[in-house]
């Protein structure tokens, strides 16, 4: 017994040397001993894990693995690999691996197996010990893990997006990996198997399993006499239906209102009838926005016609039959809900399933809006009137969805929502700014033209209400400057796919104002008319509401831009109807804000308090030079500061509004001329930047 101790021991010492000792062997003899001691710890019976780290199992597999490594790096067969291939060491190593003996090897034999795959020059898969032993190690993998014996996902899915790679450069290899059915099942690819079960796993596990199953899904299908590749389709296109079931099902199980944080306490089933999942502790939102991701890239698969198969199925079991009737529903809660996760999901969908979404919500219609349209497509017309909802969460929400929505530069959402009213309408001046004219004086019009909107922009409100030492620099206007030009830039990179703007066309249809249908659209109209109500409305839905305007004057749409840009009304019907601008609509609320700060004692005072609110600065800080708001200033039309007489809701107010006193209505009105403010920077911006970019205004 003692003498068996030792002579084990010794056996251990002398591996240890000959791991570690400085060898004058050949590759092939240091290669060969390190196998040797590989098999001697498999011969002796020894399955517990103390011994195999004594023994330096890994260290002997490690060192062999880099042996082959160097050795392709010179050539692609030599010594050390013939031997490994005349030995069938890889099908042991399978077997190994399948055995999980002592518990921790399959793990290392998985990171043993992708080094080889990926580093060696010689293709491996052809031979029969590689193959058969890879798809015997896979299967076993697939098997539900057991405590003793867990999974080594990250380990196991590095493999079969390794294996993946290497059968799309070799499609004739597929078929030895095609699973051998049991009666009455169908078969398929063991690696299409093995990776629906990290599908969903948390992490970048889940997204390279993700990655794989798409280059998976365009493998070509292989040809063979007992036609193996009508269970693969079928596997395939069973995988889909199950994939745009468990969107619905996420869908269905989002929290009522966004901000809630719900989480997946437990795993869904995992029987027939669903995906497997993973016991991570997703929250639904995030596992939502998985499912939709992973939909826009099966989209895109264009093999066998499985984008297709996708989309159809998107556009049938979800947005028709889930997102739909949800959009409709009459409950403020549950469509606050509903339009808030679809413009988180505009921020994920990419084309093609971008463009099935935008006609589904808005419809194919071409030429100017029609009176039939609103019976024609209930979800767009229900979505434009709730822009003007009398609940200021749905008109927010609504408004944030179609900021969204022009913000993605998509063509047909454009031209469905303005171009397609705005191409038969008549320029009553036309303005342009391109050097190329012919026309000198013509061009010298335009520039002075729009110098004069630029002007009527930054002195609508800017020089009015600010302090009386704030300069221009000291205004930010020099930072919405270099925002414009930044985005008109990128927005004229988005929009140069597109095909031929619609405003060139000649369309039959002609618009017609007293058809009782604004010649601008209902989307224009609405948004044009909540813009109108800005003095009473809050902060957030004022934020939105000019951010839309500013993205729209962002296009580089010529006939779109003249209208929100021009001080002076460009567009027109037939001569008898003219269009109010913007800025018309500007002019007409700085009149209104002019009426009611008579009800403040020191409205310049006021308004600076809570302009510093909103840039969330002290109240005691102060652009540089800037006069006290509590020192008298000389009273004028828009800023009194003597006390005086107003007609309030009938009856008559002595007492002025002081500085910190307002009501939250007050407070709404405050905030909406500090926006404007801004806003009017902003559009001026926008123009210059158009000038200086030589876009067409």
Known sequence: MVSRLFSTAGSYLNSFGEVLAPTVQTPLEDFKQHWRSIRKFYIDH????????????????????????????????????EFFLQNKIFEAL???????????????????ITLLLSNLSLLLLPHMSVHRSLRNLLIACSQPPTPTHPTPNSELVNLLEVLTSKLKE????????????????????VIFQALLKHLWDAGAVGERARRAIVTCLEFPLPISADNTALPIMINHTRFI??????????????????????????????????????????????????????????????????????????????????????LLQPTEPGFVSTITYLRESFLLITPPLLEIFVTFLLGDFKGPESKDEESEHIIRATLIKRINSDSEAVSLSVLRFFSTLLGSHNQHAMEN???????????LEHIETDSSSEDLDHQQQNLEHIQNSIARFLTLFGSRY????????????????????????????????????????QNTRSADASSGISPIGAFLSSVFAKFEKILDQDLQTNLVLTGIFAKLCYYPIPLLSAFLLSHTPVLGVEDVYTIP???????????????????????????EIVRNQISNAPTSSRSRGSTPTTSPHTPNASSPSSPHKSIINGHSVQTLIPPGGESPEDKRFLQAVVILEEFCKELGAILQAKIVLELVI
């Open 581 to 607: 601008s913007l800025y018309q609509v500007m002019e007409t609320l700085a009149k209104k804000i002019d009426e009611r700060s008579s009800r403040f004692s020191d409205f310049v005072g006021s308004l």
């Open 466 to 505: 600010q302090p009386q030492k704030a300069g221009i620099s000291q205004s930010g206007y020099d930072a919405y400057l270099v925002d414009a030009q930044h985005q008109i830039r990128l927005y004229q990179t988005a929009c140069s796919h597109w095909s031929v703007a619609r405003e060139s066309e």
């Open 94 to 112: 399978g077997s190994l691996g399948e055995r999980d003996s002592p518990p921790g090897v399959r793990k290392l034999v998985l990171v043993s």
């Open 241 to 326: 239906n199950l994939l745009i079931s468990g969107l619905v099902e996420m869908f269905r199980r989002l929290p009522i209102s966004p901000f809630i944080s719900a989480s997946i306490t437990s795993s869904p089933s995992q029987s027939q009838n669903t995906l497997p999942t993973t016991p991570y502790d997703y929250t639904i939102v995030d596992h939502f926005k998985t499912y939709l991701s992973f939909c826009c890239t099966l989209s895109r698969v264009t093999a066998h016609g499985m984008g297709e198969i996708v989309s159809r199925a998107i556009e049938h079991n979800f947005l028709m039959c889930t997102l739909g009737p949800s």
């Open 170 to 189: 070799n499609p004739s290899l597929l078929g030895f990996f095609i699973q051998d059915p049991p009666p009455d099942e169908l078969g398929g690819l």
């Open 46 to 81: 020894n399955d517990d894990i103390e011994t195999f780290q004594a023994s330096q199992l890994p260290e002997h597999l490690v060192t062999m693995v880099n042996l082959l490594i160097q050795e392709s790096s010179s050539s692609d067969t030599g010594p050390c690999l």
């Open 417 to 427: 929502l303005i171009l397609r009213n705005l191409s038969n309408l008549k320029y």
